[in-house]
């Protein structure tokens, strides 16, 4: 009976570098899904939705345990991609502009922009323009949900468990 207790136990331990990781590599599916959205055109906050869900799912599976922990790693690894997806996203859909109200300058007076050249300048633009953050707040609280409707379902299956 201890053998299979020990046995058990082992099985349970954590492993909070692999869910991390795990975290961030499921969370990846939300900022892919962000990018797509963002290029057809569409609001890209629901992908904060899929961000937080997958990187809290992601933790599960490589972490092997559920907890509050790996819930908290998770969040920030999926407020970090959000993060990142929207910057780059918004400075694509920037440079992107800029590119297409140059091709209707004279041939002369032409200068296109790259994103290394735009990144920058980014700053500039987003303190000047703060409704450009909008977009990043509706994937954040979508985020959110996403983080709820997880970790809601989560625990009440670890009670349903326990009974």
């Known amino acids: 009976m201890e053998h299979s207790e020990k046995h058990h136990n082992h099985q349970k331990s954590e492993n909070i570098w692999l869910g991390a990781l795990g975290a961030f590599l499921f969370s990846l599916i939300g900022a892919a899904m ?89 700053f500039d633009v987003i303190r000047n323009q703060p409704e450009m953050l909008i977009s990043l707040g509706l994937s954040l609280v979508f985020g959110a949900f996403g983080y709820f409707s997880q970790v809601t379902g989560l625990f009440s299956i670890k009670k349903s468990k326990k009974k």
């Open 34 to 122: 962000f990018f797509l959205l963002n290029a057809i055109g569409l609001i890209e906050s629901l992908s904060g939705f899929i961000t937080v869900f997958c990187a809290i799912s992601g933790y599960a599976i490589f972490a092997k345990k559920e907890s509050k922990r790996g819930v908290i790693i998770s969040l920030v690894i999926a407020a970090i991609v959000i993060l990142v997806s929207w910057y780059f996203c918004f400075c694509l859909t920037a440079v992107s502009q800029l590119n297409a109200k140059a091709s209707e300058m004279p041939a002369g007076l032409r200068n296109t922009t790259t994103l290394g050249e735009f990144l920058p300048q980014s």
